[in-house]
């Protein structure tokens, strides 16, 4: 596309998006898509259909679809400009990178739960599971293989609500999954890295002040997804960068990797803590004054999933599904949902999600670069 039709493009492109207000890149509900009729898919080596996603936004159920972004998503200019000190910032770079005068989007939303759990499987490679529980909303799941950077794949809540009614299945999909890439709330890369957000209800929230470049929540997943093959390597970046968080949200980070070490990651009094732990709810975990801060129920779930850990030294994919689904919300009589469940294969790359706490239907994917993928 060249010449007249790029710039009709571009100045569709801006007067859909000026006028667009998309509340929540992490809450509520409003993007609809065809539902693709003929879904791409291949076998993986235990016979499940392992999807294939391509450039355009699949539909696989209400409420989740899945899109694959290759080429330059522009991360690694947002880093060499310093990074972003908060959301607005991050929408700002995305409006440049894109050749926009704005970019009407804003990230916002409520309040959310969520699990995580590392467990050993049967064959000795790592595992780690991840629910993120919230209200019904829209889930995309994004592959991703970047110019610089390790390929991964990971899951945003990326609700568009339009306050003029335009309907906003017209901006490119392309852009869609680019502006999702911003915004990832989980993920693994081909390394074997997995991380993971869960909320922290409190009145506190990070924000570091010091010479190091910005970073927020949701771009510090993409850092890295995109840079870090191991914990260490995933601190030892955290550590180069001011962390903001995203809509003012206390959380904590969930990170595993392929050795089997997992940690959270905390920041209290504005300064970052690590603690070794398998399993990952709502509550402070970090020693200290803050020590157990959060919700009742988070503390039930962290304690049924210690219990399960306790139980077996090696979980299969089924006993890991269980796991998430002993913990998922339905179980606790609120009116959110676990919107989706996750296992990740961190040696193999495969990936199981679970939408909606139906654990009878899995939708099975490889992360780009492992071996699931035909990968080394």
């Known amino acids: 596309m060249k010449g007249v039709e790029i710039l009709k493009l571009k100045k569709f492109i801006r007067m859909l998006l000026s006028v667009l207000t998309v509340t929540s890149l ?23 259909e392992m999807l294939m996603p391509g450039e355009d936004i699949m539909k696989l159920a209400p409420g989740l679809s899945v899109v694959n972004f290759e080429g330059n998503d522009g991360f690694e200019q947002f880093l060499e400009q310093g990074g972003a000190s908060s959301d607005e910032e991050v929408i700002e770079f995305l409006a440049g990178h894109l050749g926009e005068d704005t970019l009407g989007i804003l990230f916002g939303g409520n309040p959310f739960g969520c699990s995580t759990l590392a467990a050993t499987g049967e064959d000795g490679a790592p595992m780690f599971g991840r629910n993120f529980d919230w209200q019904a909303c829209e889930a995309l799941i994004v592959a991703s293989t970047p110019e610089n950077g390790y390929a991964s794949i990971s899951t945003v809540n990326f609700d568009f609500l339009s306050g003029t009614g335009i309907p906003v299945n017209k901006l490119p999909d392309h852009i869609q999954a680019l502006v999702s890439l911003y915004a990832p709330l989980d993920g693994m890369n081909e390394k074997g890295l997995a991380v993971a957000v869960n909320m922290i209800q409190d009145s506190g929230t990070i924000e570091q002040n010091t010479d190091r470049p910005d970073i927020t929540t949701t771009t510090a997943v993409r850092l890295l997804l995109d840079q870090a093959d191991s914990v260490d390597e995933a601190l030892k970046l955290l550590g180069q960068y001011d962390l903001h968080a995203s809509m003012g949200m206390m959380v904590h980070f969930a990170i595993a990797d392929r050795s089997g070490r ?20 709502n509550f402070y975990l970090a020693e200290g004054e803050k ?8 503390h039930k779930r962290f ?7 306790n139980e077996k030294e090696t979980f299969s994919p089924e ?4 796991a998430l689904s002993s913990v998922s919300k339905g179980n606790f009589g609120e009116f959110e ?24 239907n899995v939708y099975t994917l490889a992360c780009p670069g492992t071996p699931a993928a035909g990968g080394n």
């Open 26 to 48: 992490l809450s509520g509900c409003g993007r609809n898509h065809t539902e693709n009729q003929h879904t791409d898919s291949t076998a993986d080596r235990e016979g499940t």
């Open 262 to 281: 997992s940690v959270a990651v905390e920041y209290v009094d504005h300064k970052m803590n690590v603690t070794e732990t398998p399993v990952v709810t």
């Open 291 to 298: 020590q157990g801060v959060g919700t009742e129920q988070s």
């Open 303 to 309: 304690e049924i999933l210690c219990g399960l850990l």
């Open 319 to 322: 006993d890991m599904r269980d």
């Open 337 to 360: 949902s676990t919107e989706w469940s996750i296992v990740y294969h961190q040696e193999s790359g495969r990936v199981q999600y679970y939408h909606r706490e139906n654990y009878d």
